[in-house]
């Protein structure tokens, strides 16, 4: 009998437990709502060539260009919607105009923004590449920066800015004056509005601010006035990671579509996520590799008006450019 009461027990147990793991697969990884994307062309090669890169990291579109960090090159390089070089502007150094490292981009009217990691700072230039000023220093006070690497313009002029090594986010008035900014200069954490080493950040269509919380591998949502909205990426967005779906192996870089569609490079899990705006899951993209349409750690995406996705292919030294199926 004793035994017998055993192999019952032992079978409710081993029943119990397997129904609390399928309720936490269901609860912790969704399955995938939408088709996705499809490749179509890459481009680029490593070296100091036109149309070659040396870790090229960030990525913005004007209505007809694309914008690429070449970051080791120091320098950026513009493309047509094809991959067709058309020029390049900056040179190594940190005198006005000149870039240490350029990192994630944005585009605003007719000026480009360029967050450089190693002269604490952020350059703006023209579309044509004519420099017109640089905001910030290095520091920790207000309105300095330890290493930009991300940054969004709203519409109003404001500058957001993902301050990595100071573990904030930081807004600034167009002139650079410091508005505010979120999480504790230099101090990390996994609560609601801390940070890990944020990589980036974007604006969506209805103003809510979205960021790329690089070392929580999760993204952090606030509203257009600056209250924390919600969050997501792994169990409860606490800083676990892992390859499952809506998980992150770090958030590298993200960007809005019009219609309000995030996506974010998944750097270690070498893949493009996406999700709508209140963190539902909807596909991937990619995987490891060095294939068209494969990844070795992807760091910059960016969207275009008509849905058009082009990718930083970090480790493959190129571009990637994918549509909807």
């Not at 349409?293 to 008006?305: D, S």
Request: net charge neutral; glycine share 14%; proline share 4%.
């Amino acid at each position: 009998m004793k035994i017998k009461t055993l192999i019952k027990v032992t079978g409710r147990l081993t029943a119990i437990i397997t129904l609390a793991l399928l309720a936490g697969w269901i609860a912790f990884v969704p399955s995938a709502k939408e088709a996705g994307y499809s490749f179509v062309t890459s481009w680029g090669s490593k070296g100091d060539g036109d149309g070659q890169f040396n870790d090229p990291v960030g990525i913005a579109l004007s209505d007809d260009e694309i914008f690429v960090s070449d970051a080791r090159n120091s320098r950026i390089q513009v493309f047509d919607y094809d991959g067709n070089y058309r020029r390049s502007f900056g040179a190594k150094g940190d005198a006005p105009g000149h870039l240490g490292r350029p990192m994630n981009l944005a585009i605003s009217g007719d000026k480009l923004y360029v967050p450089d990691y190693f002269n604490d700072r952020i350059e703006i230039f023209t579309l044509t590449g004519k420099y017109i000023k640089s905001i910030g220093r290095a520091g920790k006070e207000p309105g300095e920066f330890n290493a930009p690497d991300g940054i969004a313009v709203a519409k109003n002029g404001d500058l957001f800015v993902t301050d990595f090594y100071n573990k904030r986010l930081q807004q600034l008035g167009a002139d650079g004056h410091f508005i505010r900014q979120w999480g504790t200069t230099g101090e990390t954490g996994i609560l609601a509005g801390q940070f890990n080493y944020p990589t980036d950040v974007a604006l969506g269509p209805n103003g809510k601010i979205f960021v790329a919380d690089g070392y929580n591998d999760r993204i952090q949502v606030f509203t257009s006035d600056g209250q924390f909205s919600h969050k997501w990426g792994g169990p409860f967005a606490l800083n676990i990671s892992g390859p499952f779906n809506g998980w992150f192996r770090t958030v590298s870089s993200i960007d809005v579509s019009n219609d309000g569609k995030v996506f974010a490079t998944d750097f270690y899990n070498h893949r493009i996520q996406a999700f709508r705006s209140d963190g539902t899951f909807l596909f991937s993209m990619g995987g490891p590799g060095k294939g068209g349409g494969q990844f070795t750690y992807p760091l910059g995406i960016a969207v275009a008006k008509d849905g058009t996705i082009f990718i930083v292919d970090y480790g493959n030294n190129r571009i990637q450019k994918w549509q909807q199926h």
